[in-house]
């Protein structure tokens, strides 16, 4: 047994040699026969390294501190057009929000009870109570600023677009107005050139630049089509025979009915300036003018206001028998009262006119201390010539008789008939210097003269 040990010591040792150099050397690496794109089977992928094709859940992106592109904001809606400070006077909307309101500038009526305006984003309803004496329905119109669209609802309204860019002035009485707001441009026809007494209009008819288009029935319709005006304001009696705007509305002419005439307060009558401004969008200017023509009035009401005496006054003449006078609560009536006057049938509760006889006045006024308002009279010469029984009248022999003709022109036209009702400021600055010439000393009259 002894002769074997050698051997099998040396078998032993040779299998723990063998067995020792079988593992990998970290001196003599293993050659790795993996693919560049895939780990190694011997050695587990870091977090660092590249994922795989398909990961179990999407990454979440991690924004460094500077992008590589600045991001765009997305809106998810039309964005909202700038909200306009001032109405717009010229051109039309071209960016239209439902949101906006395109009329930041408004106006109220506060004197006038003949007309309201209604304000909406981007329309106006402007509605007119009675068009005429005694008429049952009232008249509305929807102004609609020009480059937005038409509200629903509105089927028996007139409605056009705002603000226009021609006028037809069936009266004189809104002539002031455009005068005023700078738009005689936008004007393109009258109904009688002759009865305008403001220079621009004169000047444009002579220049070939206005139609006379007449009145009533026989307005003349084809020259108005062949107009194309924006609008055409006139006035209405609620009588065919007398009416302009049937036969204009008959051929889908755009015609306003305008009812100052029917407002007895002279600064209602006045107000109605608002009811043309709204139109070319001018509320702000109007506002402006009408507040100094307010101001201005009732500081001269004020000043008449506690006068000790009031003279007696009494108007008009005799038109075919009749004598017209003005009722006591009527537009007249309100202005002598407001000039410190004591209107002869001021007791009288009517607001429209009173159809005497020559008897029955000269009884109330023989004894009166002014005679005003004698219409086509030049001279009192003229006005005995007339009827010899006028000079029986105190205010004829004492020459206390005064007419409203200052400012005519050789057409004929008078300015009182335009420009008056506009400014009852100066009408009534105008009568406190007749009855109380001492309260207006440096007053210099405007529409009043003395007959003489």
Same mark, same amino acid.
């Given at each position: 047994?002894?002769?074997?040990?050698?051997?099998?010591?040396?078998?032993?040792?040779?299998?723990?040699?063998?067995?020792?150099?079988?593992?990998?050397?970290?001196?003599?690496?293993?050659?790795?026969?993996?693919?560049?794109?895939?780990?190694?089977?011997?050695?587990?992928?870091?977090?660092?390294?590249?994922?795989?094709?398909?990961?179990?859940?999407?990454?979440?992106?991690?924004?460094?501190?500077?992008?590589?592109?600045?991001?765009?904001?997305?809106?998810?809606?039309?964005?909202?057009?700038?909200?306009?400070?001032?109405?717009?006077?010229?051109?039309?909307?071209?960016?239209?929000?439902?949101?906006?309101?395109? %009329?930041?500038?408004?106006?109220?009526?506060?004197?006038?009870?003949?007309?309201?305006?209604?304000?909406?984003?981007?329309?106006?309803?402007?509605?007119?109570?009675?068009?005429?004496?005694?008429?049952?329905?009232?008249?509305?119109?929807?102004?609609?600023?020009?480059?937005?669209?038409?509200?629903?609802?509105?089927?028996?309204?007139?409605?056009?677009?705002?603000?226009?860019?021609?006028?037809?002035?069936?009266?004189?009485?809104?002539?002031?107005?455009?005068?005023?707001?700078?738009?005689?441009?936008?004007?393109?026809?009258?109904?009688?050139?002759?009865?305008?007494?403001?220079?621009?209009?004169?000047?444009?008819?002579?220049?070939?630049?206005?139609?006379?288009?007449?009145?009533?029935?026989?307005?003349?319709?084809?020259?108005?089509?062949?107009?194309?005006?924006?609008?055409?304001?006139?006035?209405?009696?609620?009588?065919? @025979?007398?009416?302009?705007?049937?036969?204009?509305?008959?051929? !889908?002419?755009?015609?306003?009915?305008?009812?100052?005439?029917?407002?007895?307060?002279?600064?209602?009558?006045?107000?109605? !300036?608002?009811?043309?401004?709204?139109?070319?969008?001018?509320?702000? @200017?109007?506002?402006?003018?009408?507040?100094?023509?307010?101001?201005?009035?009732?500081?001269?009401?004020?000043?008449?206001?506690?006068?000790?005496?009031?003279?007696?006054?009494?108007?008009?003449?005799? %038109?075919?028998?009749?004598?017209?006078?003005?009722?006591?609560?009527?537009?007249?009536?309100?202005?002598?009262?407001?000039?410190?006057?004591?209107?002869?049938?001021?007791?009288?509760?009517?607001?429209?006119?009173?159809?005497?006889d020559f008897e029955s006045v000269f009884d109330q006024a023989a004894d009166g201390t002014y005679w005003i308002n004698l219409g086509f009279v030049s001279s009192l010469a003229d006005l005995e010539v007339a009827d010899e029984?006028?000079?029986?009248?105190?205010?004829?022999?004492?020459?206390?008789?005064?007419?409203?003709?200052?400012?005519?022109?050789?057409?004929?036209?008078?300015? %009182?008939?335009?420009?008056?009702?506009?400014?009852?400021?100066?009408?009534?600055?105008?009568?406190?210097?007749?009855?109380?010439?001492?309260?207006?000393?440096?007053?210099?009259?405007?529409?009043?003269?003395?007959?003489?």
């Amino acid at each position: 047994m002894k002769k074997f040990y050698p051997l099998t010591l040396f078998l032993l040792l040779t299998a723990l040699l063998l067995a020792a150099c079988g593992g990998t050397s970290s001196e003599e690496p293993v050659a790795d026969t993996t693919s560049a794109d895939e780990p190694s089977a011997a050695e587990e992928p870091s977090t660092a390294a590249e994922p795989t094709a398909e990961p179990e859940e999407e990454p979440t992106a991690v924004p460094t501190t500077e992008p590589t592109q600045e991001p765009t904001a997305v809106p998810t809606e039309e964005p909202m057009a700038e909200a306009p400070t001032s109405n717009l006077t010229d051109g039309c909307v071209e960016n239209y929000d439902e949101t906006v309101d395109y %009329f930041p500038e408004k106006t109220a009526v506060s004197y006038a009870d003949g007309f309201t305006v209604d304000y909406f984003n981007n329309y106006k309803v402007v509605t007119v109570a009675a068009p005429w004496l005694g008429a049952e329905d009232s008249a509305t119109y929807v102004l609609v600023q020009c480059g937005t669209p038409n509200p629903s609802g509105f089927d028996d309204a007139v409605m056009f677009d705002v603000p226009i860019t021609s006028f037809v002035s069936m009266s004189t009485t809104y002539l002031p107005h455009l005068d005023q707001l700078g738009r005689l441009d936008s004007l393109v026809g009258v109904d009688f050139a002759s009865y305008a007494y403001n220079a621009t209009v004169q000047e444009k008819y002579a220049a070939g630049e206005l139609v006379e288009l007449g009145s009533g029935a026989t307005v003349d319709v084809e020259a108005a089509l062949a107009l194309e005006p924006h609008i055409i304001m006139t006035s209405a009696s609620g009588s065919a @025979d007398f009416d302009t705007h049937p036969k204009l509305q008959e051929v !889908g002419l755009t015609v306003m009915l305008n009812a100052d005439y029917l407002d007895v307060t002279p600064l209602g009558r006045a107000e109605w !300036g608002k009811f043309i401004a709204v139109l070319y969008n001018q509320e702000a @200017d109007i506002n402006a003018w009408f507040d100094g023509v307010a101001a201005e009035y009732e500081a001269l009401t004020a000043l008449t206001a506690d006068v000790a005496e009031r003279p007696s006054v009494f108007t008009n003449t005799p %038109f075919e028998g009749t004598w017209y006078m003005p009722g006591g609560q009527s537009y007249t009536a309100l202005l002598l009262q407001n000039a410190g006057a004591n209107y002869l049938w001021g007791t009288d509760e009517s607001s429209g006119t009173l159809f005497l006889d020559f008897e029955s006045v000269f009884d109330q006024a023989a004894d009166g201390t002014y005679w005003i308002n004698l219409g086509f009279v030049s001279s009192l010469a003229d006005l005995e010539v007339a009827d010899e029984r006028f000079a029986d009248f105190a205010a004829f022999q004492n020459g206390t008789v005064y007419n409203y003709d200052l400012r005519t022109n050789e057409f004929g036209g008078n300015d %009182f008939f335009e420009s008056a009702a506009a400014n009852p400021q100066l009408v009534l600055a105008d009568l406190i210097k007749i009855f109380h010439p001492e309260l207006l000393p440096d007053h210099e009259f405007v529409y009043y003269r003395l007959v003489e």
